[in-house]
């Protein structure tokens, strides 16, 4: 079993930064890419970013490239979400996930309880 806790979420103005903190705990996540997902009032659940187990390899979703940055310490168990320029429509609560890719698409195997960015215009 993996848990996963978020943290870092908060409010921010329009053109502001925050950084999303997901400590790992349980079985070990060697086999995992390590990502985050994000879900607005009403909306799906979207698939933001992901990070292999090294780090050398980045996926993000159109809306976010060049403003988020997705990292990890493995020393640490702990994944980080760098969010910069952040806009109102990135409002949304931040899910971290233990992610699989299936026929192109990302998957969460395991998540995290959740942490809410609000972005003020």
């Known amino acids: 079993q993996v848990q996963l806790v978020e943290s870092g979420g908060g409010l921010v103005q329009a053109g502001g930064s925050l950084r999303l903190s997901c400590a790992a705990s349980?079985?070990?996540?060697?086999?995992?890419?390590m990502g985050w997902f994000r879900q607005a009032p009403g909306e799906e659940r979207d698939f933001v970013t992901a990070i292999s187990w090294t780090g050398s390899t980045t996926v993000y979703a159109d809306s976010v490239k060049g403003r988020f940055t997705i990292s990890r310490d493995n020393a640490e168990n702990t994944v980080f979400l760098q969010m910069d320029s952040l806009r109102p429509e990135d409002t949304a609560v931040y899910y971290c996930?233990?992610?699989?890719?299936?026929?192109?698409?990302?998957?969460?195997?395991?998540w995290g309880q959740g942490t809410q960015v609000t972005v003020s215009s």
């Open positions: 996930a233990a992610v699989v890719s299936r026929r192109g698409s990302w998957y969460g195997d395991y």
């Open positions: 349980g079985r070990t996540l060697s086999r995992y890419y």
